[in-house]
């Protein structure tokens, strides 16, 4: 790789940044707001700050021979991704990108009744945000069949680390859904979703779809739990199904309610990655150890029992 174009340079993408500039690649990283990307052109990296929510706003791109990691999430409201799909009327008005990986979410795959889902599973999410990533996979693939530009997909499960740990969740107490009622879900270590997205733009070839995970699921009452453990945190209490979709906010309930075991042997056995992080307890160790201290010294929950 030695141009690359990240669309949405956020948390991840500047993990991704920072690893394509160690190959000495040039690095172009699209960006909203103009202090972020005063802050990426600080760092050494050329931004542009730019929305995608109107096709018209949007500057000419100059794209050829670029790798694009498309990392921008859909915006909330509806079943299409309006983004994506403004993004892509720019990519025809260009000239020829090299490759295009687009991190997509496991949501696609819906609730699975706490079933495997490989790469092969039914696509049939029942969340609007799994309907507009759908949405996006679709356009770029078609994007794709007609510029010829290859188009790689990862669909990735929740990510975590330095900066994505519950912290304000653990410490105001928030409910967390029984364990016995909470099924698997699950998770990638920040770092190693960056590793795993350069390994899919090297190696990946047209149509690639691989399924981004740690390959160790576990409820996601055990991972706020754990999480809660290695911070230091009373553990937060829990209520049944029926009480958590009263008490919780809609989004975490659609995260608990719905729940599946990702395969990620594809993604191991193609792109031939090894994870740092491969079990939770290694990937929060490191994750805790990069915590501000003032965080971790927030006041915690003190209350017993049922909020």
């Known amino acids: ?63 050829a021979d670029h790798i694009i990691f498309y990392l921008v999430p859909p915006p909330g409201g509806g079943i299409i991704d309006s983004r994506t799909r403004n993004f892509i009327v720019q990519l025809a008005k260009a000239e020829r990108p090299a490759k295009i990986v687009y991190m997509s979410a496991t949501s696609v795959y819906g609730a699975a009744g706490g079933e495997v889902v490989t790469e092969e599973s039914p696509t049939l999410p029942d969340t609007a945000m799994g309907k507009r990533r759908l949405d996006a996979e679709a356009a770029f693939r078609d994007y794709g069949a007609v510029s010829g530009i290859p188009v790689v997909i990862l669909r990735v499960s929740g990510i975590y680390g330095p900066g994505r740990l519950p912290l304000m969740q653990i410490s105001q107490g928030q409910p967390l859904l029984n364990e016995d009622e909470s099924g698997p879900s699950n998770r990638i270590h920040a770092d190693d979703l960056a590793a795993v997205s350069i390994a899919a733009a090297e190696k990946g070839t047209d149509g690639d779809l691989f399924n981004v995970s740690d390959g160790h699921p576990s409820s996601m009452t055990s991972y706020f739990n754990a999480c809660a453990d290695a911070l230091g945190f009373p553990r937060q209490p829990q209520v049944t199904m029926s009480e958590a979709r009263i008490v919780m906010p809609p989004l975490l309930f659609s995260y608990v309610s719905q729940s599946r075991i990702v395969d990620n042997s594809r993604m191991l056995n193609c792109l031939n990655v090894k994870l740092r992080y491969a079990t939770l307890d290694k990937g929060l160790a490191a994750s805790v150890s990069q915590v501000p201290v003032q965080l971790i010294n927030l006041p915690k929950y003190q209350g017993t029992g049922i909020l």
């Open 1 to 63: 790789m030695t141009k690359v174009f990240i669309a949405g340079c956020g948390y991840i993408g500047e993990r991704i940044a920072r690893l394509c500039r160690e190959t000495g690649a040039e690095v172009t990283c699209m960006v909203r707001s103009p202090e972020h990307a005063s802050r990426l052109e600080s760092a050494g990296f050329t931004a542009i700050a730019t929305a995608l929510d109107d096709s018209d706003a949007l500057s000419a791109l100059n794209l």
